[in-house]
């Protein structure tokens, strides 16, 4: 059986291969005229999307795309992801988030149960390297690939309901939700805060999340703004599509 599934991995990363080169909450929100970009995928991860909210806000990570092996606990594996990360001083914490971050070409091989972020600056090649040393028992076949992701908070100032009041108008619509998937919202003393981490969000996606999170202040869209949560250029999508992909992709299967 052993040998079976070990022979099906080694088709998908033929597969794979053949795609393997293609790797302060309250500041003023992006400006109408800002040029639009076109970046590899959207928040959806099947298309292309749109998207004026780049340079800061969108930032380039290595990323790790996780099949468990059969009957395998996930709990665990990300127990173990996060312990190998922090002991690997060379990468650090690893963000969760969805398979949406990778590629179109990517996912037509494989959609990943499981995926990581790696930190700021940290390198595929050295992502790679603790997953090939450290990988945890129970993981079956992981990939690692250079993606774009979406960096960013959405704040709103209330004045006549409460923080609380707000964060509860959403849960109950659940358009939010739908829309970004994975995200910590966090009540302040005078407003609310959405921190999202993940699959870069088309203008469309931004808009719905400023419309809901306005509604459930009692506000008009414009007034729930968008910054980034880290400083720095990120990425500048204003010259058109941006080639995320001039890494290798590294794949590795046990």
Known sequence: MRARICLVLIVLLAGVALVGRSAGWFASPVA?????????????????????????????????????????????????????????????????????????????????????????????????AMMRDLQPA???????????????????????????????????????????????????SRGLTIRYFGAVLSDNSIATVREAMGRAAGLPADRVQVSANLPGPGVDLSNGAYLVDDESVNHTHK
Do not use: N
């Not at 990323?63 to 173990?80: K, L, M």
């Not at 129970?138 to 979406?150: E, I």
């Not at 100032?157 to 009041?165: C, F, G, L, S, Y």
């Open 32 to 128: 109408a005229t800002t040029p639009v970009a076109r970046i590899v995928s959207d928040d959806t991860g099947d298309g292309q999307a749109t998207t004026t909210f780049d340079k800061a806000m969108v930032r380039k990570r290595a990323a790790i795309a996780i099949r468990p092996g059969p009957g395998a606990d996930r709990a665990r594996i990300a127990r173990e992801m996060r312990a190998i990360a922090k002991a690997s001083p060379r990468v650090g914490s690893l963000e969760p988030a969805t398979f949406a971050v990778f590629s179109q070409d990517m996912l037509e091989y494989l959609v990943p149960e499981m995926t990581f972020v790696a930190p700021e600056g940290v390198s595929v090649e050295t992502t790679e």
């Open 138 to 188: 129970d993981v079956a076949f992981y990939l690692v690939q250079p993606v774009l992701v979406h960096d960013i908070t959405f704040g709103v100032i209330t004045a006549t309901r409460t923080p609380e009041q707000v964060r509860k108008a959403e849960d109950a619509e659940g358009i939010v939700t739908d829309v970004l998937g994975r995200y910590d919202t966090e009540p302040q």
